[in-house]
């Protein structure tokens, strides 16, 4: 492996397993303080357009792994090298390019064992010789143990990302999302905590010199899941409206969201 290839590897299993793992605790402990209360039939539509509020902005930024679309139309670092398979282009040498990078490693950190694999794959697009967008298509796997639980962690990315102005600082999104987390935990008396959300993304826009601020576009998502609180299973739409807010609808009913806190008013 080379050095960037490795670097790069490196930076992603360092922020991939922190980032898992400051979510499984979140999770845990909230398990942990409602262990004792009587589990609901469902969980709350208003309970879980939180959630999905958070789960999408962060799945976006990259914070599970795979892109993060707040990085605009750049190239990673991995792609710098000369690779044998490069397709060369007399404009701009990435021009045309197909990267196809495999990931697969072991992390201990303390007490939490994990292993990761994956594949990032991007097909750049260019205009005028210039890079003016990408397709990508990334997904990651990652599991593993801590003393009080087991983990499973998915996320597959499928995007099309391009620049809607000549310094491509607005970008527009097209695709599909998914993020899926398991916990088994160890303790008797708790039950597993399931989150599998699939999103499809129509047309999202989004400003780079705003921390990444959708301000249009929609997504349609189906969510099912279990907690202590009880299971769920909902379909519905995200609607952007900018200045980091959305509406969630979920059975008519249409709930406002902070997406980078998640409340919901």
């Keep these: 492996m080379n050095r960037r290839k490795k670097s790069l590897v490196m930076k992603i299993k ?16 909230a398990c942990n303080k409602t262990s004792n209360k009587p589990a609901s039939k469902t969980v709350g539509a208003d309970v879980v357009s939180s959630q999905l509020a958070l789960n999408l902005a962060r799945s976006l930024s990259g914070s599970y792994g795979g892109v993060n679309i707040k990085n605009g139309i750049s190239s990673p670092t991995f792609l710098t090298n000369k690779n044998s398979g490069r397709t060369i282009n007399t404009l701009n040498p990435l021009c045309g390019f197909i990267a196809d990078s495999v990931l697969n490693y072991d992390s201990v950190i303390d007490t939490t064992t994990s292993h990761t694999q994956g594949r990032y794959k991007f097909f750049f697009i260019c205009t005028g010789g210039n890079i003016s967008g990408f ?13 009080g639980y087991s983990f499973i962690y998915n996320v597959i990315q499928n995007y099309d ?8 600082t607005l970008i527009s999104v097209n695709g599909n999302l998914m993020s899926d987390v398991d916990l088994t935990y160890n303790k008797a008396g708790f039950k597993p905590t399931s989150i599998h959300t699939n999103y499809v993304l129509t047309g999202l826009t989004i400003d780079l010199t705003n921390g990444g601020d959708i301000t249009a576009g929609t997504a349609t998502f189906v969510t099912t899941g279990s907690t202590n609180y009880g299971p769920w299973n909902y379909a519905g739409s995200i609607v952007f409206l900018g200045n980091h807010k959305a509406d969630i609808i979920i059975n008519g009913i249409t709930y406002h969201a902070d997406l980078l806190t998640g409340i919901i008013t």
């Design 14 to 29: 360092f922020r991939l397993t922190l980032l898992l793992l400051i979510g499984a605790a979140f999770i845990y402990t």
């Design 161 to 168: 990302i391009k620049g809607l102005n000549p310094g491509n």
């Design 135 to 147: 397709h990508a298509t990334d997904s990651l796997k990652t599991t593993g143990t801590t003393p």
